[in-house]
């Protein structure tokens, strides 16, 4: 069964402290791996595709890389505007599967 | 570009009572329409996709005449919640494919919906 996991659930850093999210996927004939970032309350807000293996795109203080099992989201020098659910999901021929996602809180 | 919007934000209705809500592509056409439902702190579950000018197809245990679907054009969906009960209440949100900043398979995400039935 196709399946995408994140950990940790939640991650808690001080303002400047980088980490990295992570998101293993078992998706059969992935299409796609997507990220997008949720604000409580919100829907969520597009951030990056990944399409084959070795790929990494950025933006801002994200980058996001993806290899044959797995994608990681590198944060760098966090501040606390980044605080928020982040969410992957895995695209195959019929439909997208999301991760329950990490909740990101940086404190000042 | 590619911008979805949703109408209402909240919605409190009482029980037996039927709920609609709009989905809207506002900068692009959108060749597929999706709902989700959200509950707290959990990740979201597809309900339904939709087509333009096609039936919609629903996931496994979604009750398609409880959960009515119109896909009438490329920039408009609607979900209308038919007499509601207290355990529908639930954050719902849509996404809409289609647009090319993207790419065609990139699904973006309307506000949101936070319906509550008492």
Redesign the interface.
């Given at each position: 069964e196709d399946q995408v996991t994140q950990s940790p659930e939640a991650l808690r850093l001080q303002e400047g402290e980088s980490s990295s999210l992570n998101c293993s996927y078992t998706v059969s004939g992935l299409?796609?791996l997507?990220w997008?970032r949720q604000d409580p309350?919100?829907?969520?807000?597009?951030l990056f595709?990944l399409y084959s293996a070795g790929e990494e795109k950025e933006k801002e203080r994200l980058k996001a890389t993806l290899t044959k099992k797995e994608s990681f989201l590198h944060i760098t020098a966090p501040k606390p505007e980044d605080s928020a659910t982040y969410?992957c999901a895995g695209?195959n021929n019929n439909?997208?599967r999301?991760?329950?996602?990490t909740?990101l809180t940086v404190k000042p | 570009g590619a911008v979805v919007s949703q109408h209402p934000s909240r919605v409190i209705c009482k029980s037996g009572t039927s709920v609609k809500i709009e989905c809207r592509s506002l900068d692009f056409q959108a060749t597929t329409m999706f709902w989700y439902r959200q509950f707290p702190k959990q990740s979201l579950m597809l309900m339904a996709t939709s087509n333009e000018g096609s039936k919609a197809t629903y996931e496994q245990g979604v009750e398609k005449d409880k959960f009515l679907i119109n896909h009438a054009s490329l920039t408009l969906s609607t979900l209308t919640v038919t007499s509601a009960h207290p355990e529908d209440s639930s954050f719902y949100i849509c996404s809409a494919s289609g647009g090319t900043s993207g790419g065609t398979d990139t699904q973006y995400f309307g506000p949101g919906t936070r319906l509550t039935v008492l």
């Open positions: 299409r796609g997507f997008y309350g919100k829907g969520p807000e597009f595709t969410l695209l439909d997208m999301f991760g329950a996602g909740r | -």
